[in-house]
């Protein structure tokens, strides 16, 4: 019986490891050809003989990098906390509140999560263009500033949360504003991190929407601004591309390893209740 257990921890360690060989090892290789010299060549080798960050550093002087980098940063930095409170506003409306065509609505709301992006594009390009959205950041953070996910995910987590607690708020003379704010917020405060990152991950990532919404190079998003690196790939700037590719998945990495611990705990919070 005891063999037994130990072969199974065995199996399931050397699924472990050919996991994060296959999740790690790209992001480890694009490292090791960032870190190569001028004088040895992408392909002589996996590591790299003399490690320099020489190729970090004409990263941003060979490139409008920090130019990108601000733009990313500005994008994300208005659609995190906008969806973080309209998707809390609306998630809490429908984990609470009581109204007609309460379920028809949380079900429009879900099903647009499974119309493809590319589907309404098209339309999205030419709203965007009528209302002056075009080469703008808040063009490009719009369509992260409330989403069905955030909706759906906040709605599960308020679901969670005692009503006695609000009951009693209410006896103390509270508003449903200040219920919502003062007692429901903090209880789901791990979903909202979670969500967070959530959001924060994919609108630094995004590239079909910078790239069809921006026509000034000036107002390029990191995604738009490597995508265009690659495709002036002539077998010499390999290492430049790798750099800027650590440069730009830095700064998501920092933040989930920040978060971890909430981001875990977010996960399970509206897994409670459906």
């Known amino acids: ?49 003399n490690p320099t960050f020489s190729n970090f550093v004409d990263a941003f002087y060979k490139t409008d990098f920090l130019r990108y980098l601000l733009n990313t940063v500005i994008v994300t930095g208005i659609a995190v906390p906008f969806n973080l409170l309209f998707s809390s506003m609306a998630g ?29 594009m098209a339309p999205l390009f030419q709203i965007a263009g009528e209302l002056g959205l075009r080469n703008s950041y808040v063009g490009l953070a719009v369509l992260q500033v409330s989403t069905a996910f955030g909706i759906y995910f906040m709605r599960q987590a308020f679901l969670t949360v005692p009503k006695e607690l609000e009951e009693s708020a ?5 508003n449903r504003f200040q219920v919502w704010w003062k007692v429901a917020m903090p209880l789901v405060k791990p979903t909202l991190i979670s969500l967070a990152i959530y959001t924060f991950t994919f609108t630094w990532g995004d590239y079909l929407w910078p790239l069809i919404n921006t026509t000034e190079s000036s107002m390029y998003t990191l995604s738009i601004a490597l995508a265009q690196m690659s495709q002036n790939f002539d077998g010499g700037n390999l290492k430049l591309i790798s750099a800027a590719s650590i440069l730009t998945t830095i700064p998501s990495l920092l933040i989930f390893i920040w978060l971890q611990k909430y981001f875990i705990s977010g996960q399970t919070d509206g897994a409670v209740k459906g």
Do not use: E, H, W
């Not at 790209?26 to 060549?41: E, S």
């Not at 209410?170 to 509270?174: E, I, K, R, V």
């Open 1 to 49: 019986m005891k063999a037994k257990t130990q072969t199974k921890k065995i199996i399931l360690y050397i699924v472990m490891l050919a996991i994060c060989v296959v999740t790690v090892g790209p992001f480890l290789y694009t490292l090791f050809i960032a870190l190569k010299p001028a004088t040895q060549g992408i392909y002589d080798g996996i590591l790299p003989a």
């Open 92 to 120: 809490y409306a429908l984990a609470r509140m009581n109204f007609k065509g309460r379920s028809i609505v949380l079900t429009l709301i879900i099903s647009t999560m499974t119309v493809p992006f590319q589907l309404y």
């Open 170 to 174: 209410y006896l103390d003379g509270a």
